[in-house]
């Protein structure tokens, strides 16, 4: 069967947004934008993290610990975030074990590129 250009832009279309949907754990995507996974220190981020911005800005990042760290010192130094006090360290390990960096990252490494030497 031939396809018609309408046809194969529809198809590129389909699978490109395959191959960039993000990897999501089962639990992920049960829930609405924005909803937060089940789980220790969940309530810490609803009431420090919902304040300014909507909460679907933290679920839609990931990172370890030092990422979410680096983003809290950010945001205190930036946009006046106040200090976390003792929520500081549940609130972080809750991040970086829900919205943790991936394993297998959806993008693949730079290739080895050698480029050849300068003719004389
Ligand atoms: C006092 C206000 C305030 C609070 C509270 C706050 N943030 Fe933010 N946050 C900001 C601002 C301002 C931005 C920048 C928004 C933008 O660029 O549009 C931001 C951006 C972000 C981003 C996006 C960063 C990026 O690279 O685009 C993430 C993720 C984030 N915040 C996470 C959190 C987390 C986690 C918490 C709870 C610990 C939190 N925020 C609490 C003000 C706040």
């Not at 919902?50 to 680096?70: F, I, K, M, P, Y």
């Not at 006090?85 to 991040?95: C, D, F, M, R």
Request: net charge neutral; proline share 8%; with cysteine.
């Amino acid at each position: 069967m031939r396809f018609k250009p309408a046809m194969r832009t529809w198809c590129s279309g389909a699978v490109l947004a395959l191959a960039c949907a993000p990897v999501l754990t089962q639990a992920q995507r049960d829930l609405k934008p924005g909803a937060l996974v089940e789980g220790p220190g969940k309530s810490l981020v609803q009431a420090h993290c919902s304040a300014c911005h909507s909460l679907a800005l933290v679920t839609q990042n990931r990172g370890d610990a030092e990422h979410w760290t680096g983003l809290i010192r950010w945001m205190q130094a930036e946009h006046k975030l106040w200090d976390l006090g003792s929520a500081e360290a549940p609130l972080v390990e809750y991040l970086a074990t829900h919205y943790g960096a991936p394993a297998n990252p959806p993008r693949r490494q730079p290739l080895q590129t050698q480029w050849r030497e300068e003719p004389d």
